[in-house]
């Protein structure tokens, strides 16, 4: 057998005592897990548990394994939303006289859930719209960065909460092909197979009485062309400026883009003879600016909706604390201690068996509006502490878990 490993390695060391000779349905660990809310897959897929960390494992065939490794590392170089890969194991020996596929191990994506644990555990009152705008905010993005995708579907992607909202995350690349830059052919293809798959899904769900009555799969089916169409225009479209309002229109494209989720990456412009055409190039990453500056001022590793709600936290902390001492107090000082002073001690508040529920970036978030909510009732400003308290107590509890796994049940189906 082979292992191929990307760095660190001693992530990878906790994995080679696996049974990997053995076929993967076979396998009899202690670290093996089952999770309450996975996906469906046509592949057998494991999950273990290693030093920690959570692992999917996937029996595939050496050449797409290969080439899914490749283009997922690619993938996540560049910062895109998509599952990180940690390695293959591939040439793996004879089985009961048949060839074995390789195993393709991927870092499970904490706090993620597939769209059947969104619609059967009532995740969101909105989950049909939010997963459909994640998924063509996601088809974007890897559009942009030059993937096609070849196998759209419900089925191959993650999704995640993410300051009140749901993000997307690829988890299926086996078709996936990387070029320079992708033909309007290729786009529709891509948008088209979309539709049709996320049609059936929701037409399984709604046989299976998941989906909520006043869900029409055709019609949701329908959305996501348009919904596509219309964010691609805004991304990509070029616009022919006055030499009067050139500063306005660019800021204002640019607000626009970021509004969106999107950062901008160059702003192209050539003088022509009916005016100057202005041409932006969006950046291709999954936006980072709002999470690289909490990381710098508090050391969180959040989403960028999470961050930016967050740090809006921070700039309100900071506020309250030059009021409160008369004297400027410094961004640095000011982050350092809201994350001392009031994330860290409302994260405390939280039970250990409420913990899988959300990611604390996002209890955060929900206490935010939370402590709206009551103060638009009280008619003052409860304070965050009261809000947490309240949100502990009667919300949090209620919340499905999207960290939950369960042992490993022997003989049942993987």
């Keep these: 057998m082979r292992f191929i490993f990307r760095p660190p390695a001693a992530r990878a060391a906790g994995l080679l005592s696996l049974p990997w000779e ?35 494992l996937k029996e595939i065939d050496e050449r797409l394994a290969r080439r899914e490794y490749r283009l997922l590392g690619e993938l996540e170089a560049m910062g895109m939303p998509a599952v990180s890969v940690l390695g293959v194991c591939v040439e793996r020996p004879p089985a009961q006289g048949h060839e074995q596929d390789a195993v393709l191990v991927t870092r499970f994506l904490d706090y993620s859930m597939s769209y059947r644990y969104v619609f059967s555990h009532g995740h969101t009152t909105r989950a049909t719209d939010q997963l459909v705008d994640a998924m063509v905010e996601l088809l974007a993005r890897l559009h942009l960065a030059g993937l096609f995708w070849g196998d759209c579907s419900l089925s191959n992607t993650l999704f995640r909460p993410d300051a009140g909202s749901i993000a997307a995350y690829l988890v299926d690349a086996e078709t996936a092909e990387m070029h320079p830059s992708l033909s309007d052919g290729q786009r529709r293809f891509d948008i088209d197979y979309a539709a049709e798959r996320v049609g059936g899904e929701l037409f399984d769900l709604q046989y299976g009485g998941l989906l909520p009555d006043d869900v029409d799969p055709v019609e949701i089916a329908a959305e996501i062309p348009r919904r596509y169409a219309a964010l691609w225009e805004e991304l990509t479209r070029e616009e022919l400026l006055q030499p009067d309002e ?54 969180l590793e959040v989403t960028e909706n999470q961050a930016r709600r967050l740090l809006n936290d921070v700039v309100s902390y900071r506020a309250y604390l030059e009021q409160k ?90």
């Design 22 to 56: 053995q076929p993967l349905e076979e396998w009899k660990d202690d670290r093996l897990l089952e999770l309450a809310h996975r996906g469906i897959s046509r592949h057998v897929v494991r999950f273990v548990e290693v030093d920690g960390l959570v692992y999917a």
């Design 246 to 299: 050139q500063r306005y229109r660019i800021a204002e494209r640019v607000d626009r883009i970021n509004e969106l989720g999107f950062d901008v990456d160059e702003i192209e412009l050539s003088t022509t003879e009916e005016g100057t055409r202005m041409r932006v190039h969006t950046q291709v990453a999954e936006v980072g600016r709002h999470r690289m500056k909490l990381f710098a001022l508090t050391g």
């Design 325 to 414: 001492e008369g004297r400027a107090v410094p961004e640095t000082v000011a982050a350092h201690r809201w994350r001392a002073e009031v994330f860290d001690r409302v994260m405390a508040m939280v039970p250990e068996d409420l913990d899988d529920r959300l990611a604390p970036a996002e209890v955060f978030h929900e206490i935010l509006e939370h402590r709206w909510f009551l103060s638009e009732q009280e008619g003052r400003d409860v304070g965050t502490t009261a809000a947490a308290r309240s949100y502990v107590g009667r919300i949090l509890p209620a919340t499905p878990a999207t960290l939950t796994v369960l042992p490993d049940i022997p003989g049942a189906p993987s």
